[in-house]
T-cell receptor, first 115, second 113 residues
Framework: DAGVIQSPRHEVTEMGQEVTLRCKPISGHNSLFWYRQTMMRGLELLIYFNNNVPIDDSGMPEDRFSAKMPNASFSTLKIQPSEPRDSAVYFCASTPTGVGANVLTFGAGSRLTVL | LAKTTQPISMDSYEGQEVNITCSHN???????ITWYQQFPSQGPRFIIQGYKTKVTNEVASLFIPADRKSSTLSLPRVSLSDTAVYYCLVGDMGGSTLGRLYFGRGTQLTVWP
């Protein structure tokens, strides 16, 4: 298995532009998580899905952020419009569900810079 | 949601044993304790997981006392490559309940020559 695949690895954009980050979870993993990491706030959970359904989006900072999971093998995190304070590394992680299944496999991350 | 408390940073020298303790006073019956390691420019990766007593694998040992309100990650004979941030997580994803896993700030371990 290739692991959790994220794209793009790096994105530089200007304030006001739309940003779409993509994630392909490990096949068979039915829970998917989006995290954001900054120096100031550490690693924060934004949203997670179970069986493609959003379960908890309370970590999504504001309406400019949205996430979708149209099928078991693909998820997107969209920021529209982007702002400089959105600059961070965004990680996607997946895990199977079941007892003791809180072992997350993370992707390599997408480093976003908003100018 | 069981949050965790761990030291912000620790220093060690090569060849020493390092013990990082995590407090999780509100741990629930179904919660497992999981430790992750993160190198710069990489996502966190799983190190070890346990429920009670002691767990050992090829990388580390995890000690959990009977009350489960804390846990200690033990790294034997660290090397420079063990310099990383270590996160302690407590959560349950079993059955019909999905845990909201909380990473916190982690512990920055720096190993010196």
């Amino acid at each position: 298995d290739a692991g959790v695949i994220q794209s793009p690895r790096h994105e530089v954009t200007e304030m006001g532009q739309e940003v779409t980050l993509r994630c392909k979870p490990i096949s068979g993993h039915n829970s998917l998580f989006w995290y954001r990491q900054t120096m100031m706030r550490g690693l924060e959970l934004l949203i997670y899905f179970n069986n493609n359904v959003p379960i908890d989006d309370s970590g999504m900072p504001e309406d400019r952020f949205s996430a979708k999971m149209p099928n078991a093998s693909f998820s997107t995190l969209k920021i529209q419009p982007s702002e400089p304070r959105d600059s961070a590394v965004y990680f996607c992680a997946s895990t199977p569900t079941g007892v003791g299944a809180n072992v997350l496999t993370f992707g390599a991350g997408s480093r976003l810079t908003v100018l | 949601l069981a949050k965790t408390t761990q030291p912000i940073s620790m220093d060690s020298y090569e060849g020493q044993e390092v013990n990082i303790t995590c407090s999780h006073n509100n741990i629930a019956t179904n919660d497992y304790i999981t430790w992750y390691q993160q190198f710069p420019s990489q996502g966190p990766r799983f190190i070890i997981q346990g429920y009670k007593t002691k767990v050992t694998n090829e990388v580390a040992s995890l000690f959990i006392p009977a009350d489960r309100k804390s846990s200690t990650l033990s790294l034997p004979r660290v090397s420079l490559s063990d310099t990383a941030v270590y996160y302690c997580l407590v959560g349950d994803m079993g059955g019909s309940t999905l845990g909201r896993l909380y990473f916190g700030r982690g512990t920055q371990l720096t190993v010196w020559p």
